[in-house]
């Protein structure tokens, strides 16, 4: 079950970015910090994307395409709240609140 291993590493990483998110946005606005963190992410995905020599552009007009166009609106909007919620309110309030997708995404997969 390679997935299990994903997940844990999910864990792991995930576990970092609220603390290390509210010490950089003491200092740096959150827009820049949304920006500069998720260019990271575009340049990881964009990396493994070459490295595994996976086509992207026939996937933009696939069937399902609306749904990845779905998700990226839904992530966006998450990610700027998050970052927010983090610069304005402590983390031990802030983490747990936003940790309650985790159950809200869970029931949507049933639904889904």
Excluded: C, D
Excluded at 43 to 67: D, I, W
Aim: aromatic fraction near 10%; avoid cysteine.
């Amino acid at each position: 079950m390679p997935y299990l291993r994903w997940s844990l590493l999910a864990l792991l990483a995930y576990s970092l970015v609220a603390p290390l998110m509210k010490i950089a946005t003491e200092e740096i606005p959150t827009n820049v910090a949304v920006m500069v963190s998720n260019l990271m992410l575009v340049v990881a995905a964009g990396t493994l994307v070459v490295m595994t020599n996976e086509s992207t552009v026939q996937y933009l007009t696939h069937p399902r395409a609306p749904y990845l166009y779905a998700a990226g609106i839904a992530l966006a909007v998450g990610i700027i709240a998050y970052y927010k919620a983090l610069a304005l309110g402590p983390v031990s309030t802030v983490t747990p609140i936003f940790g309650m997708f985790l159950a809200l995404s869970s029931i949507a997969g049933f639904v889904f």
